[in-house]
């Protein structure tokens, strides 16, 4: 696998991840705290931490990176896996 394509899946993963991450770093709406700024939403997080939020994605999408090195690297196929059913439709090796 070239750098490139590497960086490339990487950032896929990463952008994947920090929606799924992204709803579980807020407490507090601006409304809930009592304070909406003028010119925003009320709905708007009052501590967004997004330095917390992009640290906890990079970790996760990382983990999930190195998983994918793996199967990439080791020549794992749907195959390899214990698929229950007929297998009528897979090769015998």
Do not use: N
Not at 45 to 58: A, D, G, N, S
Not at 64 to 89: C, E, K, M, N, W
């Amino acid at each position: 696998m070239s750098v490139v394509y590497g960086l490339a899946v990487f950032f896929m993963i990463w952008w994947i991840v920090l929606f799924a991450v992204l709803p579980f770093g807020f407490r507090r709406t601006q409304a809930e705290a009592g304070e909406v700024l003028p010119g925003s939403e009320p709905g708007a997080p009052e501590r967004p931490q997004f330095l917390k939020v992009f640290v906890i994605t990079t970790i996760v999408a990382a983990l999930v990176f190195a998983g994918y090195l793996f199967v990439r690297q080791s020549g794992l196929t749907l195959d390899d896996l214990p698929i229950p059913g007929p297998s009528s439709h897979r090769t015998q090796p």
